[in-house]
């Protein structure tokens, strides 16, 4: 989404009220990559925003899993 500054913030989903959502692993990286998103959103007063931190170590959250939440791995037969 693009802010009222011109700053971009990528948004990993968007709840059914307009709510962005952040999803992240629990892990330092993740945690410290919601934060930087989380600030640049609160810098747009208008911008409701949540976060959530999942756990990658938890087999539901794996790819091939009906739960996974992460990207989606690329191959030579998509773009």
Do not use: C
């Not at 307009?18 to 990286?29: C, N, Q, W």
């Not at 959103?41 to 794996?62: F, G, Q, S, W």
């Amino acid at each position: 989404m693009r802010l009222d500054d011109g700053t971009n913030v990528r948004k990993d989903g968007v709840d059914a009220d307009g709510t962005l959502v952040i999803i992240k692993p629990d892990t330092k990286s993740g945690r410290d990559s919601a934060k930087k998103r989380e600030e640049l959103l609160d810098k747009n007063n208008k911008t409701k925003h949540r976060t959530i931190l999942y756990d990658p170590a938890n087999p539901d959250y794996k790819e091939g899993s009906d739960k996974y939440i992460g990207p989606k791995k690329k191959n030579k037969n998509n773009s």
